[in-house]
């Protein structure tokens, strides 16, 4: 693991989450304190802005919201709250919504970008990261990402919401192309009802954008095809 990363605490983390099916506290503990790293950290300068802390807020929140964790959350929260209270605010009221889409990529040079268009044709990307719909995308980020973008009433529209990635620039001379890993959330935080698909796009020219998928509104639980 690279420590001066902060997405590596979040992969690592994210991980555990969904590979630690014992329940065993000392493993969430272990989960709180990745986590609490992450939100503490001086970010390199590579890592501009605290996109990765913002968007790990919807995720450590969202886990620690589970029904599972009911019997420790006592435990958990007095363990990630120790000289951090203000995410107490955070941790009364977990983030939810009915579409999530993240995006994280395999390099640092490279700057990827999040585009959306909701069912009323309306573009949410990094320079219009706020619609009429109440849709919103987070920051653009330098590093790997990750990038979000969320709707909380997606039902309410009748038709289908694209999700596309662009490779806007890159910093270095690779040929290689860049990996975006693509995570599409529908019912975020309804532990009845949620959902999660993931997608691999492959970014091989700069302004090159490719469609991931299309997510369909007005079905419960959403699809995406």
């Not at 390199?44 to 919201?65: A, N």
């Not at 949410?124 to 706020?130: E, G, I, K, L, R």
Request: proline share 4%; hydrophobic share 35%; aromatic share 10%.
């Amino acid at each position: 693991m690279r420590p001066e990363e902060p997405n590596a605490y979040r992969d690592l983390a994210l991980f555990l989450i969904r590979h630690n099916t014992s329940g065993v506290i000392e493993k969430k503990l272990e989960i709180v304190e990745l986590f609490k790293k992450l939100l503490e950290m001086n970010v390199d300068k590579r890592f501009i802005g605290k996109q990765t802390e913002m968007v790990s807020l919807s995720e450590l929140t969202r886990w620690l919201s589970d029904p599972s964790n009911s019997e420790d959350i006592i435990c958990l929260t007095s363990h990630l709250l120790h000289n951090n209270p203000s995410l107490g605010v955070f941790v009364d009221n977990p983030i939810k919504g009915d579409i999530r889409v993240t995006i994280s990529w395999c390099n640092p040079e490279a700057d990827v970008e999040l585009h959306v268009y909701e069912p009323n044709g309306e573009h949410c990307y990094s320079f219009h990261n706020c619609t009429s719909n109440y849709g919103r995308l987070s920051l653009d980020c330098n590093g790997y990402g990750p990038e979000e973008y969320m709707i909380k009433n997606a039902k309410i529209f009748d038709g289908l919401f694209e999700v596309k990635v662009k490779l806007f620039s890159r910093r270095d001379f690779r040929t290689e192309p860049v990996v975006v890993l693509v995570r599409i959330w529908t019912n975020f935080g309804d532990f009845v009802k949620e959902s999660c698909v993931q997608h691999v796009a492959i970014l091989r020219e700069v302004k090159e954008e490719v469609l991931v998928c299309k997510i369909r509104s007005m079905e419960a639980p959403l699809s995406s095809f």
